[in-house]
C-alpha cells in the first residue's frame, strides 16, 4: 500500500529559527514528490521535485529530494509568524492521483 | 497560476438531506479534476477522480452511490453528498491540474465545509 508519512507532526519556533520538516514515502511508480502549504483554507503550491539532489529554493523555503532512501526535506530558514501553517508531503504515484502524508503543523511565535 | 474555485464555501444542512458542491477552473479547461475530504487535524483523503465525459474513479471505501461526482464540462464538476448525516461533515477540497502549468500541478480550491446538523 502506497503510504507517505511527515515528521515531526508539529513542530513550535521562536521567529529566526530554522526548521527541518522531513517527509518519507514508499510508494509504487513514483513520478513526483510536491510539498504544500495549507494556512486556513486550501493547499497552495510550494515544490515539485522528482530528481534527487537538486535543490528548489523559493526565498526563505528550499526542498531536496533523495530518491534512494525515499525521502524528501524542506527547510525554512529564518522563519517568520507568517510561515505557521501546515505544511503537506504529496507523492504523485503512477496516474494522477496525489497520496498526501499528515502533514507537519508549524507555529511559530514571535 | 490557475484558478479553482468552489461553491459554496461553507454549508449547514439537516440530516438526510443532500448538498451539492461546485468545483471550477476559472482560467484553464481541465479533463480531470479531484476530489479530497479533510478532517480535523487530519491530511487530504483522494475520494474520487473526476473525468470529463465519463464516470468518476472511485477510492476504495468510498460509496459511489452516496458521493455523486458529474464532470459534465471541461471548467465544472460537482459533488453531491446525498442523505448526508453527520459523520459526513467535512471540509472537502477539489482541484484541477493545468496541463498548461509550469510543473502541471494541481491547484485547488478554496474547499468548502460541510456540516450536517
Known amino acids: 500500500e502506497d503510504k507517505v508519512v511527515q515528521s515531526p507532526l508539529s513542530l513550535v519556533v521562536h521567529e529566526g529559527d530554522t526548521v527541518t520538516l522531513n517527509c518519507s514515502y514508499e510508494v509504487t511508480n513514483f513520478r513526483s514528490l510536491l510539498w504544500y502549504k495549507q494556512e486556513k483554507k486550501a493547499p497552495t503550491f510550494l515544490f515539485m521535485l522528482?530528481?534527487?539532489?537538486i535543490e528548489k529554493k523559493s526565498g526563505r523555503l528550499s526542498s531536496i529530494l533523495d530518491k534512494k532512501e525515499l525521502f524528501s526535506i524542506l527547510n525554512i530558514t529564518a522563519t517568520q509568524t507568517g510561515d505557521s501553517a501546515i505544511y503537506l508531503c504529496?507523492?504523485?504515484?503512477?496516474?494522477?492521483?496525489?497520496?498526501f502524508g499528515t502533514g507537519t503543523r508549524l507555529q511559530v511565535f514571535p | 497560476g490557475a484558478v479553482v474555485s468552489q461553491h459554496p464555501s461553507w454549508v449547514i444542512c439537516k440530516s438526510g438531506t443532500s448538498v451539492k458542491i461546485e468545483c471550477r477552473s476559472l482560467d484553464f479547461q481541465a479533463t480531470t479534476m479531484f476530489w479530497y475530504r479533510q478532517f480535523p487535524k487530519q491530511s487530504l483523503m483522494l475520494m474520487a477522480t473526476?473525468?470529463?465525459?465519463?464516470?468518476?474513479?472511485?477510492e476504495q471505501g468510498v460509496e459511489k452511490d452516496k458521493f455523486l461526482i458529474n464532470h459534465a464540462s471541461l471548467t465544472l464538476s460537482t459533488l453531491t453528498v446525498t442523505s448526508a448525516h453527520p459523520e459526513d461533515s467535512s471540509f472537502y477540497i477539489c482541484s484541477a491540474r493545468d496541463p498548461a502549468g509550469k510543473y502541471n500541478e494541481q491547484f485547488f480550491g478554496p474547499g468548502t465545509r460541510l456540516t450536517v446538523l
Open positions: 504529496a507523492v504523485e504515484a503512477g496516474t494522477d492521483k496525489l497520496i
Open positions: 522528482t530528481s534527487s539532489g
Open positions: 473526476s473525468n470529463e465525459g465519463s464516470k468518476a474513479t472511485y
